[in-house]
Structure formats: structure tokens, C-alpha cells
């Protein structure tokens, strides 16, 4: 280096700064974004979430939960569920029940036909928990 010019030694440091102004406003700027997608994510799960809770009748619930048994209602809140599923393109939608400990019951979840076109996996009464929902969640009743 000691036989470069002054003014090629100064390109060199100029352009080695520019570069590491570069990264480092990057490195913020990607990271500052990725923190906005998370917050506005969490707000639109949690918005969708509302939506699905507040369409769900707590006396209906109740007694299919006590119960074990679907109904009409079961199937006209499942088909929201689907359909909140796939107009919000989400990945997964369930609800679960509220009283859980070390197992969790499952209530009811959406499912797209075209992913899976068929429902009966996604049965509350079915043997075991359908495709996508967590490995610790399996229904408590079975027919």
C-alpha cells in the first residue's frame, strides 16, 4: 500500500466507509421493518381471532363442549370458520376450548377445500387432531 497514490489511498477508505455507512443503515432499516410485519401481523391474527370469538354463541358452545355433540350450529359455525380461513389466508384457524390444562380440547377449525377437500379430518369428533393443529392438542371426545 505503500506504493499507491494518496488520492487511490483515499478512494479506497472513502469507498470501505460508504460501504459500512451502507450495511449499518441496512441492518437497522431491515430490522426496524421486521419488527413493523410482526406488530401488524400479531394485530391482524388478533383481529381475525375477534372476528371468529365474537360469531361463536357461548350457550351453543357450552353445551357441545358438555355434551360432546355437534349440531346444525356446529356445522354453520365450522363453514364461518372455513370461510374466515380462507378470505383472511390464513394457515390455520381453530378454536380451542377456553379450560385447558395438559391436553387441549379442540372445538372446531377452518379448513380449505382446496388444501384438504376432505372435512371429515376435521371433524371435532374425529380420532385425532387434524393436520396442522399442535401436537399437544387432541380432542378429548371421540364418538
Do not use: H, W
Amino acid at each position: 500500500m505503500n506504493n499507491m497514490s494518496l488520492s487511490k489511498r483515499v478512494a479506497i477508505y472513502v469507498l470501505l466507509a460508504v460501504l459500512v455507512c451502507v450495511v449499518s443503515v441496512s441492518a437497522f432499516a431491515y430490522a426496524m421493518q421486521r419488527g413493523e410485519i410482526i406488530k401488524e401481523s400479531a394485530n391482524r391474527a388478533l383481529a381475525i381471532a375477534r372476528t371468529v370469538g365474537a360469531a361463536l354463541d357461548p350457550e351453543q358452545y357450552a353445551a357441545i363442549m358438555a355434551s360432546g355433540e355437534t349440531s346444525e350450529y356446529y356445522d354453520d359455525y365450522k363453514a364461518f370458520i372455513g370461510d374466515a380461513l380462507v378470505k383472511n389466508e390464513a394457515i390455520y384457524l381453530y378454536v380451542l376450548d377456553a379450560e385447558y390444562g395438559a391436553e387441549v380440547t379442540y372445538f372446531a377449525e377452518g379448513y380449505s377445500r382446496e388444501v384438504s377437500p376432505d372435512e371429515t379430518e376435521y371433524r371435532y369428533s374425529s380420532a385425532s387432531p387434524p393436520k396442522g393443529l399442535p401436537k399437544n392438542a387432541s380432542p378429548t371426545r371421540t364418538e
